[in-house]
């Protein structure tokens, strides 16, 4: 709920840009950066510039060359954006902070229970490269986000695919994939895209379908199931995810997982 104590608590007003990272938000996540190497040609410009340029294409959807002024060079920039995901620099970030905002909250750093779902991007427009797929369900032409995130909607795993995948395969792979990172997770709450043998045997995670009411119509809370629901709502503040822009499956979900970091560092920064 906005109240003035609140304002106040999430004002940015102080930085150079809205998108810029505080010192709060920069001591949580430098320690999870790549450093500056000892040998080689030092870094000309300073790491945190760089990051605040790649998170103002991310919350503002500006295309790399528009990139203000202010920031390091458009090209530094992205260099740095596709060193930093081609070498699964997010995805490490994200599971680190994942496991320490859940012992920050009290809880056991590996989750035992998740949820699945997946939710379909439209396509950049005519010209964009990259593969792209046509889901009939949704009437896109784009790709598909496929998440894993725990019961109370951090990001565990996720995925990026054509969007004519159908999301039971997604979620197959999700789901192997976890046993590495969360090796404790056994129950995993779906809809009923999920339904059927095929996701319910691929691991030993239980797969339990949540239905909807009988003659229920229109939007219902769906018990569970809300918390991704609501993790894709927050990531979808973010304009480069609202359409898929990327010419490759690496940085499309490069994004989306820098999304979800990015609200866990906003969040484990008040708490500092």
Excluded: N
């Excluded at 104590?5 to 996540?29: F, H, K, M, N």
């Excluded at 300073?46 to 503002?60: K, N, Q, S």
């Excluded at 010209?127 to 009437?139: I, K, L, N, Q, S």
């Excluded at 039971?168 to 969360?182: E, K, P, Q």
């Amino acid at each position: 709920m906005w109240t003035p104590a609140a304002r106040a608590e999430l004002a940015r007003e102080s930085l150079p840009d809205a998108t810029s990272l505080s010192d709060a938000e920069w001591a949580v996540l430098a320690p999870l950066l790549p450093a500056p190497s000892s040998t080689g040609r030092p870094w000309r410009r300073p790491l945190r510039a760089v990051f605040d340029g790649i998170l103002y294409v991310l919350r503002t959807g500006c295309v790399w060359r528009h990139l203000p002024l202010d920031f390091p060079p458009w090209s530094t920039v992205h260099r740095w954006f596709l060193r930093l995901s081609q070498t699964g620099v997010f995805e490490r970030l994200t599971h680190a902070l994942t496991m320490a905002d859940r012992e920050r909250a009290g809880r056991e750093a590996c989750p035992t229970g998740c949820v699945v779902d997946a939710q379909a991007a439209r396509s950049g427009g005519v010209g964009v490269a990259g593969e792209r797929g046509y889901d009939p369900a949704r009437r896109i032409i784009g790709r598909k986000r496929h998440a894993l995130t725990d019961t109370d909607g951090r990001l565990l795993v996720a995925g990026v695919s054509p969007a004519d995948l159908h999301d039971s395969h997604g979620a197959i792979a999700l789901l192997r994939a976890s046993r590495g990172m969360f090796p404790f997770l056994a129950h995993c709450f779906a809809d009923r895209a999920y339904r059927g043998k095929r996701v319910g045997a691929a691991t030993t995670i239980t797969v339990e379908i949540v239905e909807p009411k009988e003659a229920q119509k229109g939007f219902a809370v769906q018990p569970r199931r809300w918390v991704i629901e609501r993790s894709f709502g927050w990531i979808a503040r973010c304009r480069r995810l609202a359409r898929d822009h990327e010419a490759t499956p690496s940085s499309a979900l490069a994004f989306f997982v820098l999304a979800a970091a990015m609200i866990l560092v906003r969040r484990m920064a008040r708490a500092l």
